[in-house]
């Protein structure tokens, strides 16, 4: 098992920047890709960015590339998303996910198999 828990969530104004951080634990080493995705009230459940578990590759929806960075620190075990220029739009939970796949960039949510438990963002106009 694998176990993922997010932090860095919280309130911003537009514009503003937010650093989110995905700390994995357990079977690591069964892991292909960790992924963010967001939420946001009454919408699905839609993919972010993600980024391979030896960082060699990033992928990103289209509409955050240039505002949001994907990166890992090997050694903590950890991926993090920096998110600048943020809108109101951005305003979701964000969960970090994992798999021992890359689905590819339209894959739905339900096919990462470990999740965390999600962090509020919120960006005010």
């Known amino acids: 098992q694998v176990q993922l828990v997010e932090s860095g969530g919280g309130s911003v104004q537009a514009g503003g920047s937010v650093r989110l951080s995905c700390a994995a634990s357990g079977r690591t080493f069964s892991l292909y890709v960790v992924s963010w995705f967001r939420q946001a009230v009454g919408k699905e459940r839609d993919f972010v960015a993600a980024i391979t578990w030896n960082a060699t590759m990033t992928y990103y929806l289209d509409s955050v590339e240039g505002r949001f960075t994907i990166s890992r620190d090997i050694a903590k075990n950890t991926v993090t998303l920096q998110m600048n220029s943020l809108t109101p739009g951005d305003t979701a939970v964000y969960y970090c996910?994992?798999?021992?796949?890359?689905?590819?960039?339209?894959?739905?949510?339900?096919?990462?198999?470990?999740w965390g438990k999600g962090t509020l963002v919120t960006v005010s106009s």
């Open positions: 996910a994992a798999a021992d796949r890359w689905y590819g960039l339209g894959a739905p949510a339900r096919l990462y198999r470990y």
